[in-house]
């Protein structure tokens, strides 16, 4: 498929990490993610129903990153990915990249990160 809806750089404060101080205190994510599916209809029909809409991705993932915390970013990615297969069931597959913008390294790192792809449990393989 190669149609595509994203979402950049979505940001939120969570309770994600490996340390005691990332998970009390919290750190700041950055979240991308990329759906694929057929957008013919929605394109020719200029009708938000025959699509996905990005304010509900937003949601969700905003939801899902403040009031859930994993150790690991990896977790995360992966609930994200569950959500939003529940959430959308039209879609084919989903990118997710995951960013920790204040990782508790020593030094300087802009970020860290992870980034999974999945296909969808209804999609062909």
Known sequence: MAD?????????????????????????LAVDVTVELDLERSGRHDDVAA????????????????????KLLESF????LDALFVEF?????????VRKETPVLDGIVDSV?????????????
């Open 4 to 28: 595509r809806i994203f979402v950049e750089g979505i940001k939120f404060h969570g309770f994600h990490g490996l340390t005691r101080m990332e998970r009390e205190v919290g750190v700041r």
């Open 51 to 70: 699509t996905v809409d990005y304010r509900r991705l937003h949601r969700v993932i905003v939801d899902l990153g403040r009031n859930s915390s994993h």
């Open 77 to 80: 990615a992966v609930a994200v």
């Open 89 to 97: 069931a039209e879609v084919e597959r989903i990118t997710v990249r």
């Open 113 to 125: 990160g992870v980034e999974l792809s999945r296909t969808g449990p209804r999609s062909p393989q």
